[in-house]
């Protein structure tokens, strides 16, 4: 197996492992269209990951950071989570690991670096397409990072140059970014116009790996 090291933060005292990166597909497929919409190809500016089953990244983070941050890594790194191990090694110094898979591995960085304040040293990305932000959009709300103050700020930005997706399988999708970053104008566009178009979203089959059920409740 191939092992990637992404150093978010050089000194930090915690390893993310992300195994199967690039796994996940957020587009729903509705019983209307006659062709279901194929996931998009994703490029990754860390490595090649045409066999993703054989790469594993680890992302060096703060784990300090992760807990002001997010919600799970507080419940995750303040009790005895068997979730997470210390990483063997001869010499110090000792990193803890987490394990995680599937996730975008490209949206895992952005998430990362915005919450290590990285993202204004090498300037937020903008112009992201909308199957990016929804990667991005699980990452955060699996994590429960959306209330961040740092997180907030970015999405602010990038909820100013979202444009939906007029495909219709891709209102759901749309709609799950908006929930996901609590952008209450494309919410309530979105709702009626999901509801309008696929009627509810008992029809929604398969949903594939969009969470939309966990938002909704």
Same mark, same amino acid.
């Given at each position: 197996?191939?092992?990637?090291r =992404?150093?978010?933060?050089?000194?930090?005292?915690?390893?993310?492992?992300?195994?199967?990166?690039?796994?996940?597909?957020?587009? @729903? =497929?509705?019983?209307?269209?006659?062709?279901?919409?194929?996931?998009?190809?994703?490029?990754?500016?860390?490595?090649?990951?045409?066999?993703?089953?054989?790469? &594993?990244?680890?992302?060096?983070? $703060?784990?300090?950071?992760l807990?002001?941050?997010?919600?799970?890594?507080?419940?995750?790194?303040?009790?005895?989570?068997?979730? #997470?191990?210390?990483?063997? /090694?001869?010499?110090?110094?000792?990193?803890?690991?987490?394990?995680?898979?599937?996730?975008?591995?490209? *949206? +895992?960085a952005?998430?990362?670096?915005?919450i290590?304040?990285?993202?204004?040293?090498?300037?937020?990305?903008?112009?992201?397409s909308?199957?990016?932000? *929804? =990667?991005?959009?699980?990452?955060?709300?699996?994590?429960?990072?959306?209330?961040?103050?740092?997180?907030?700020?970015? #999405?602010? &930005?990038?909820?100013?140059? $979202?444009? +939906?997706?007029?495909?219709?399988? *891709?209102?759901?999708?749309?709609?799950?970014?908006?929930?996901?970053?609590?952008?209450k104008?494309?919410?309530?566009t979105?709702? @009626?116009?999901v +509801?309008?178009?696929? =009627?509810?979203?008992?029809?929604? #089959?398969?949903?594939?790996?969009?969470?939309?059920g966990? /938002?909704l409740?």
């Amino acid at each position: 197996m191939k092992v990637i090291r =992404h150093d978010v933060d050089p000194d930090g005292d915690l390893l993310i492992v992300l195994k199967r990166p690039n796994s996940l597909n957020l587009m @729903p =497929h509705l019983p209307m269209d006659d062709f279901p919409w194929p996931p998009p190809h994703y490029g990754s500016i860390l490595v090649d990951l045409s066999n993703k089953d054989d790469v &594993q990244i680890e992302f060096r983070v $703060f784990s300090l950071l992760l807990i002001r941050s997010s919600m799970f890594f507080r419940k995750m790194l303040t009790s005895p989570w068997k979730e #997470t191990v210390e990483e063997s /090694t001869a010499s110090p110094p000792r990193l803890l690991r987490v394990p995680a898979t599937d996730w975008n591995a490209d *949206a +895992l960085a952005v998430v990362l670096d915005i919450i290590h304040d990285r993202s204004y040293e090498y300037a937020i990305p903008h112009g992201l397409s909308n199957f990016f932000l *929804a =990667h991005v959009a699980a990452i955060v709300d699996y994590y429960q990072c959306a209330e961040c103050p740092r997180i907030k700020a970015v #999405t602010k &930005q990038w909820e100013s140059g $979202f444009r +939906l997706d007029m495909i219709t399988n *891709a209102w759901i999708m749309n709609l799950y970014i908006a929930l996901a970053f609590s952008w209450k104008t494309f919410r309530s566009t979105l709702v @009626p116009l999901v +509801l309008e178009n696929s =009627h509810d979203l008992t029809r929604v #089959t398969p949903i594939y790996d969009l969470p939309m059920g966990e /938002t909704l409740s």
